[in-house]
């Protein structure tokens, strides 16, 4: 077996964890089937020459017979400080053999123990008399430290954060290559810090570290409320840890003796874009050598009473670029550039030459104007706009620093020269969340749906989960987040960023316990109370609040990761407890502010969505109790979640399995959240399939209703209309933006359509990822990936594809916690080939339809037959990889007539 892919905390060398106790993964490879790990053994050492040697001086685990790969808890010396920490890992395999040991990897921490910090949080005084509550876009502060490094440098690491956001510099060169670090928390609970080593920055001698300081969500504008959310101006803190090859320490801090200077960045805000001044820019002040006599000294702040953290979730960063598809110049005698894709980040301008005084403007949007102008009404208050003021010179490259916007479109204005298609580079900026999962299918336009649901998820996953990027909105909306979380586990490494969003849920919680609408808030919940336009005063929200139980579960389910429930079950048992308390004869009172939001031609009940939505919640609540060993609270919430059950069906569900309501979504959520049994689900089921059906194979469902709309078609049977809903062209459906050229999934189903045109500005956004909730079930049941819940993680799984809707193919792949699952079928015909790989030390159980082929097969025999009916057959398979060959029946696919395009070779492949 060969070991690969050390992950400590799920991240590849870590700097400044602060957990007690990190959890250590491993990936395993072996040439042979149904092979698993039988034992294990972690070294982890103070020092690689140790580790080398074999020399554990922290932990040697010693032998420990598990199959256990992923999450080990580290469990040796107490964990000090700012140190770092190496580690490997062997392992004996099935039949006992031991491997060599892995290479090394590698962890370092940051404050343990409530260890104080020394720095000071500095910032910088306004002139005067002026008052900071009154400036709302001010200046970004450049900040600066002249200091000398007393010898030769073994290593230096700095610890940073900020009250707002910042940018480093050491000696000129920019430190680490995060964005809006750090992050958006609620700065009055706490604020995160970063970690970056910068012992190739340093060395003896003259030096200087420099800081941009911007508002960020600390003190910039945020959402609908204006700006100063936490406080007024912002401040950085800072330790650089020195350590030099005599062994002493050094300690450079934030402190009063730093110098401050307005700079020439005369706004950056998130929502209102960036203004430059490049004459005002001090050359050479990253540098030694630089005379800032000029400089103030900086404004120290009392005191911070929030929490000081290490960095949980993945930074944002520059995560990839796009090259415009086209320009053009217009009549305005401005550029237009087309990035060909709905995109979340920034412009960067590379201009060959700049006049004195010159102002450049670069604009930009989602949409066109009928007259080609940019599309900006349903920005609302925000603006997508970069101002720069130029000097005599060239070339330069322009780019903002703490704002980002959502575009399609940029307008350049004031260029002296023609620009050329690559004056204009997409800077597509998002948290560090890296692609797990692929997918794609023989029908176009399932694969650029897939792509758009993918878009959505890079344009809103930056520090929070957001609602939408563009408009001064830019939310952590809960309900948004727990009905897309299983689509963005599919496709991307979410786990560390929802357990950091699940701090801010928890963090944001009400005082009655409920869970937020939206997270951190930010002053979402006193706008909605004072707002007499909204007329939204619910103190909970059905399908929103329970993305506080739903979100840890769903991670719990898709990584193995039970610490997330450790972490939110208090409050999950809160919020249930809660429920319970305001819900006469457990129903829901219905007064939600906004139910199956943004459903189209159907009015769904509340008070069935949330009784659902409850009884799920209390569902999910005992199952975590039983992950946590807590026997008797497992018994009490699903004695809670029985009773709920009764309730709903006696209030809501008549004897022909008709719910009130008679929405899609009222017997979507009743289904999948396991309100209903036998012959009463399955009338239920029949009349969600009439609906569909009534409605000519169309939706009507919102937010809520969506995610679970083609699950519960499918878990009942449904599958042709689960498929005719996918495929469906006509509005309203998921292809029916495809078709009119979206590159993201829409707000709404009617964001844009032909006969009305565009929808209101005031919520119009398209880049809103919650209707590509249905791309869970591509995964789960086009492709066929599904995780298992008693071995969470992908440990053991189900492969159960469920070709239809005319597909001939699909294929696709995800990297599970335990190593890459792939996938791939094909339907020639009626003969359907599957062909899967499973990664060593895991198990699947294979469901291949119709009449299997042995002969065509191969490797099935490594494989177990365990059932075999009408359906299809079932095997149980380890590692390794195999491939199936069945007969469908006729009615089970849809057989392309032969000579079509979709099969023009007319031929069975081993026929
Ligand atoms: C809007 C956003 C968000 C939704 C709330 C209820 O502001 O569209 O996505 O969750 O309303």
């Given at each position: 077996m060969r070991i690969f892919g050390l992950r400590t905390e799920y991240a590849e060398n870590p700097l400044g964890l602060d957990t007690p106790a990190p959890r250590l993964s491993w990936l395993l490879e072996s040439g042979r089937h149904n092979d698993?790990?039988?034992a294990y053994q972690v070294l982890v050492a103070s020092r690689p020459g140790l580790l080398r040697e074999g020399t554990a001086d922290l932990w040697d685990s010693g032998r420990v017979d598990t199959d256990q790969s992923a999450h080990v808890i580290y469990g040796g010396r107490p964990l000090e400080s700012k140190q770092h920490y190496y580690w490997k890992v062997r392992v004996w395999d099935g039949e006992g053999e031991a491997s060599g040991w892995s290479s090394s990897a590698y962890w370092s921490t940051g404050f343990l123990n409530g260890e104080p910090w020394q720095a000071g949080w500095i910032g910088r005084k306004l002139p005067g008399t002026e008052d900071a509550s009154a400036h709302?876009?001010?200046?970004?502060?450049?900040?600066?430290?002249a200091f000398r490094v007393q010898g030769p440098v073994r290593r230096a690491m700095v610890y940073a954060t900020a009250l707002g956001a910042y940018e480093l510099h050491l000696n000129g060169e920019r430190v680490g290559s995060d964005y809006l670090a750090p992050g958006w928390t609620d700065y009055h609970t706490r604020v995160q810090y970063q970690t970056y080593d910068v012992t190739g920055h340093l060395s003896e001698g003259e030096a200087v570290i420099g800081a941009l300081l911007g508002t960020g969500w600390y003190a910039g504008h945020v959402g609908m409320f204006g700006a100063h959310r936490y406080g007024n101006t912002p401040y950085l803190l800072l330790e650089l840890h020195i350590e030099l090859a005599d062994g002493t320490r050094q300690i450079v801090a934030s402190d009063g003796t730093w110098k401050v200077f307005a700079g020439p960045i005369l706004y950056s805000d998130l929502l209102k874009g960036e203004a430059y001044d490049a004459r005002l820019e001090p050359e050479g002040w990253k540098r030694p050598g630089y005379d800032d006599g000029g400089w103030d000294t900086p404004a120290v702040l009392e005191c911070y009473t929030g929490i000081l953290t290490a960095q949980v979730d993945p930074p944002v960063r520059v995560m990839g670029e796009l090259l415009p598809v086209s320009m053009k110049k217009t009549e305005r005698g401005t550029y237009l550039y087309d990035m060909g894709q709905n995109m979340v980040g920034w412009v960067r301008l590379q201009l060959e030459e700049t006049r004195e005084g010159q102002e450049v403007i670069v604009g930009c949007a989602e949409m066109l104007n009928e007259d080609g102008s940019l599309y900006t009404t349903n920005l609302r208050e925000a603006v997508q706009e970069e101002r720069y003021?130029?000097?005599?010179?060239?070339?330069?490259?322009?780019?903002?620093?703490?704002?980002?916007?959502?575009?399609?479109?940029?307008?350049?204005?004031?260029?002296?020269?023609?620009?050329?298609?690559h004056t204009v580079v997409g800077r597509v900026v998002h948290s560090g969340v890296t692609d797990t999962g692929s997918l794609e299918t023989s029908d176009p336009r399932l694969n650029k749906l897939l792509s758009n649901i993918r878009w959505g998820q890079r344009g809103n996953f930056l520090s929070v989960p957001t609602d939408c990027p563009q408009r001064d909105e830019r939310l952590g909306w809960t309900g948004d987040a727990q009905i897309f979380a299983r689509t963005a586990s599919y496709q991307m490494?979410?786990?560390?960023?929802?357990?950091?969003?699940?701090?801010?849920?928890?963090?944001a919680?009400?005082?009655?316990g409920a869970f937020p609408d939206v997270a951190p808030d930010a002053g979402w919940e006193a706008f909605k109370h004072a707002s007499e336009v909204l007329n939204w005063h619910a103190p909970d929200n059905g399908g929103w609040g329970d993305a506080g139980v739903i979100i840890p579960w769903t991670v719990y389910q898709m990584y193995g990761d039970q610490r997330i429930l450790e972490a939110c079950y208090p409050a999950m048992k809160t919020w249930v407890d809660y429920l319970e308390r305001h819900s006469p004869g457990l129903i829901r009172p219905g007064y939600s502010n906004y139910g199956d939001w943004l459903s189209i031609g159907a009015d769904t009940p509340k008070d069935v969505l949330d009784t659902a939505y409850f009884a799920y919640s209390t569902a999910l609540t005992a199952k975590t109790a039983g992950v946590l060993g807590l026997e008797d609270e497992q018994t009490q919430y699903y004695g809670l979640f029985q009773r709920i059950r009764e309730a709903f069906r006696a209030a809501f569900v008549s004897e022909d399995g008709r719910i009130k309501g008679e929405t899609q979504t009222v017997y979507a959520v009743a289904i999948q959240m396991n309100l209903l049994e036998g012959e009463l689900r399955r009338k239920a089921a029949d009349h969600l399939a009439a609906n569909v059906q009534a409605h000519g194979s169309r939706l009507t469902t919102g937010f809520l209703g969506v995610g679970y709309l083609l699950p519960a078609l499918s878990e009942s049977g449904h599958e042709?209309?689960?498929?005719?809903?996918?495929?469906?062209?006509?509005?309203?459906?998921?292809?029916y933006s495809v078709k009119h050229g979206a590159t993201t999934i829409w707000e709404r189903w009617d964001a844009w359509t032909e006969t009305g045109g565009f929808q209101n500005p005031g919520m119009n956004s398209f880049n809103h990822y919650s209707l590509g909730s249905v791309g869970e079930w591509m995964y789960a049941n086009l492709l066929g990936l599904r995780p298992r819940e008693s071995h969470p993680g992908f440990k053991q799984f189900d492969i159960r594809p469920r070709p239809g809707g005319g597909l001939t193919y699909a294929k696709g792949e995800f990297k599970s916690v335990y190593g890459t699952i792939r996938i791939g079928w094909k339907l020639e015909r009626s003969l359907f080939t599957l062909q899967v790989e499973i990664p060593a030390n895991t198990a699947a159980d294979v469901y291949v339809p119709g009449f299997v082929l042995p002969d065509e097969s191969a490797e099935g025999d490594f494989a177990r037959l365990i059932a075999s009916g009408a359906e299809g057959t079932v095997y149980r398979a380890g590692s390794g990889s195999y491939t199936f060959v069945s007969r469908l029946r006729a009615a089970d696919c849809e057989i392309p007539a032969e000579g079509t395009a979709a099969d023009p070779a007319g031929e069975e492949i081993g026929a």
């Open positions: 698993v790990q039988s709302t876009l001010p200046p970004v502060p450049y900040l600066r430290k003021l130029l000097r005599e010179g060239g070339p330069c490259v322009l780019e903002p620093h703490f704002t980002f916007h959502g575009f399609r479109y940029v307008e350049v204005t004031g260029l002296t020269a023609a620009p050329t298609l490494d979410v786990a560390r960023f929802f357990h950091k969003y699940m701090l801010d849920v928890i963090d919680r009400l005082p009655s042709d209309t689960a498929y005719a809903l996918l495929t469906q062209e006509a509005f309203p459906s998921w292809l």
